[in-house]
């Protein structure tokens, strides 16, 4: 089954991750990283920029489009890990990313609905 891993976070998790050391957060991001690709899990995995970006909704048949991801949330989406493993292990790995401590990291599982 794949799942995603959906890493949220906020201008306190920003800090409190930049306090305990950005070398030592990517450190274990490498770490995870390297593990899931050699046990043959990893699709994909990046971080997200807020730069760029953008939130689209059509109104009244139009899209309305305004600068910036943010929908009415307090965290921002920073980033993910999409991996080929069961619910057990992605969840395993999502409580072992430095994010995990300050804010939510969501394990979603992917569906083929649009495949059909």
């Not at 890493?7 to 593990?35: C, F, K, P, S």
């Not at 043959?40 to 048949?61: C, F, S």
Request: hydrophobic residues 40%; aromatic residues 8%; negative net charge.
């Amino acid at each position: 089954m794949k799942y995603m891993l959906l890493i949220y976070g906020n201008e306190q998790t920003w800090q409190a991750l930049a306090d305990e050391g950005i070398e030592t957060v990517y450190d274990v991001h490498r770490g995870v990283l390297a593990e899931t690709r050699e046990r043959g899990e990893l699709i994909a995995a990046d971080g997200l920029t807020t730069e760029r970006a953008r939130v689209v909704q059509l109104l009244d048949g139009s899209p309305a489009v305004t600068d910036g991801p943010f929908t009415e949330a307090k965290e921002v989406l920073a980033g993910y890990y999409l991996l080929d493993c069961d619910l057990e292990r992605a969840t395993e790995l999502a409580a072992r990313l430095p994010e995990a401590k300050y804010s939510p990291v969501e394990v979603r599982a992917l569906t083929t609905a649009f495949e059909q």
